[in-house]
């Protein structure tokens, strides 16, 4: 979506949770596919520091990736060093996956994640909207993968929350396969994952069971939206909010707090100018046939 976003610099991707490099390979194919191999990629960290675990990508099923993609490792250091030029250039960092990355930078750099605005997918805050699946923190992937890591974000960024909850808003629909397969090589890409992931998590079938979701459901947009946030998206609701982590077992969700610390949260979203938005986005890569007043109009 960035990639068709205007007035939009991508200074580098980092991997997260990528133990060979196969992330990072696949972020390559991506960009080849959308003639942006420009653009640096580097492998991040391998496990969470929490409880040093790794979760491995999807590999051999061809209808999410190629299956003769050769992984791309990184040297050690090589994710904070490309996290560090881009901090120098200015650049907002935005978190679609666990925060390993991130909390590494600001332990081996102290006061990295200060200096430039950090906008992060996750984040359990207030609880999801009537209507919507009522999912708790426990179901936040990206803070709970490695809930150490999210603690460092929390305590020492310029932050944004992207909360799970406001996502369960936006949607990929059954319907939207065709136009987006129509959108290039990289729409296609989309399409055929979408449809796949479709599948595998049933998501028809939560779609019908909730009145807030559609019921050709697909997938939601969670870190569409957040990317979307971290370049100024005019459809997206904010409140700064003091909040305070919390633990309750082995669960890291964020509650409001009067002595807590000052972050800026995501109450709200238009979901229906994001859901244009994106798709602009993603047609102007693969076809470049939109125009740019269009993909800016809320």
């Not at 290039?184 to 992931?197: D, E, F, I, N, S």
């Not at 939601?220 to 909010?241: I, K, L």
């Not at 100018?273 to 102007?284: C, Q, R, T």
């Amino acid at each position: 979506m960035l990639l068709g976003w205007p007035d939009v610099e991508i200074t580098g991707v980092t991997t997260v949770a990528d133990p060979d490099g196969r992330r990072a390979a696949y972020v390559a194919h991506l960009l080849r596919l959308a003639g942006r191999a420009d653009i640096p990629v580097v492998a991040g960290s391998q496990v969470s520091l929490t409880t040093l675990a790794k979760a491995d990508p999807i590999v051999d099923d061809a209808r999410h990736w190629p299956t003769d993609i050769a992984p791309l490792p990184s040297p050690p250091g090589a994710a904070l060093d490309l996290l560090g030029r881009s901090l120098d250039g200015g650049a907002t960092l935005v978190a679609i996956g666990p925060y390993t990355n991130l909390a590494l930078l600001e332990v081996a750099r102290a006061g990295s994640l200060a200096r430039q605005p950090v906008v992060v997918m996750g984040g359990w805050v207030y609880p999801p909207a009537p209507g919507l699946p009522q999912w708790g923190p426990e179901m936040d992937f990206n803070v709970q993968w490695d809930t150490r890591a999210a603690e460092i974000v929390f305590a020492s960024a310029r932050l944004t929350l992207v909360t799970l909850p406001v996502t369960l808003n936006t949607h990929l629909r059954g319907a939207d396969l065709p136009r987006l397969g129509a959108a290039g090589q990289l729409g296609q890409l989309l399409a055929r994952q979408g449809k796949a992931h479709g599948l595998a998590h049933q998501m028809e079938k939560l779609g019908r069971e909730y009145v807030g979701l559609p019921d050709d459901l697909v997938n939601f947009q969670y870190d569409p939206v957040a990317c979307a946030v971290a370049v100024g998206w005019s459809g997206a609701t904010t409140e700064e909010v003091r909040l305070r982590a919390i633990r309750e077992g082995d669960v890291l969700s964020f509650r409001p707090d009067p002595m807590g610390r000052l972050t800026r949260v995501v109450v709200d979203v238009d979901s229906a100018a994001f859901d244009k938005s994106w798709m602009f986005a993603i047609e102007s890569v693969g076809t470049q046939s939109v125009s740019t007043e269009d993909r800016l109009r809320p």
